[in-house]
């Protein structure tokens, strides 16, 4: 089990450009999230899904897109970037609330570091 | 609004030093709270779900302890490869989302 993968690992795009960060995982998981985390401030959602076909905003959605077309992935598109996207990029999955509360926890995958320049 | 407080932003300790690390949490209803270890360069990788007030989780030298408006993070006699960021995080009843907190940057000093 490969478990939650995401590519690339590092990027440096120009400003104006887009590009699509890619997240698929092999737990079966319905839900998936995307979390940015600059230096000193934690981790904030950009955008989570529930199921295929669900999407939701977070935190900080703007400038940011999703689909989630299958239950194993979960791409998050820039477009037009600008420098305030640099940042570090991490997708995680859930298994979803369940109806006793018992161990539930995300796993993350190994982010993606994004320059804008 | 729901929020994640943690304190300190760094802490500094020399080897078999305990101390506890504190998340203070303002959430609309608590369905978990869940600590997190970061290294430099990775994803955050799980440590502790905490759901109801009273309730302590170990492993090895941490232990995590939850009320109904803050969990610590006890870290016993630490060693140096206890370095690391760690982060807490809340999900609240009537969401799906988690809330993080800036973390906490422990260095174990030998």
């Known amino acids: 089990n490969a478990g939650v993968t995401q590519t690339p690992k590092f990027r440096i795009l120009k400003i104006g450009q887009s590009m699509t960060l890619q997240c698929a995982q092999d737990m079966n998981h319905n839900y998936m999230y995307w979390y940015r985390q600059d230096p000193g401030m934690g981790l904030k959602l950009i955008y989570y899904s529930v199921g295929a076909g669900i999407t939701d905003k977070g935190e900080v959605p703007n400038g940011y897109n999703v689909s989630r077309s299958t239950t194993e992935d979960f791409p998050l598109r820039l477009e037009l970037a600008a420098p305030s996207q640099t940042s570090v990029y991490f997708c995680?999955?859930?298994?979803?609330?369940?109806?006793?509360?018992?161990?539930?926890?995300?796993?993350f995958g190994s982010g993606t570091q994004l320059s804008v320049l | 609004e729901d929020q994640v407080t943690q304190s300190p932003e760094a802490l500094r300790l020399q080897e078999g030093e305990s101390s506890s690390l504190n998340c203070s949490y303002t959430?609309?209803?608590?369905?978990?709270l869940f600590w997190y270890r970061q290294d430099p360069g990775k994803g955050p990788e799980f440590l502790f779900t905490l759901y109801s007030a009273g309730e302590e989780k170990e492993k090895e030298r941490l232990k995590a302890t939850l009320t109904k408006k803050e969990s610590f993070l006890h870290i016993t006699a630490p060693k140096p490869e206890d370095s690391a960021t760690y982060l807490c995080a809340v999900t609240p009843t009537t969401g799906n989302q988690f809330y993080f907190g800036t973390g906490t940057s422990l260095t174990v000093i030998p």
């Open positions: 995680a999955t859930h298994r979803g609330l369940q109806p006793r509360a018992t161990n539930e926890k995300l796993f």
């Open positions: 959430v609309s209803g608590l369905r978990g």
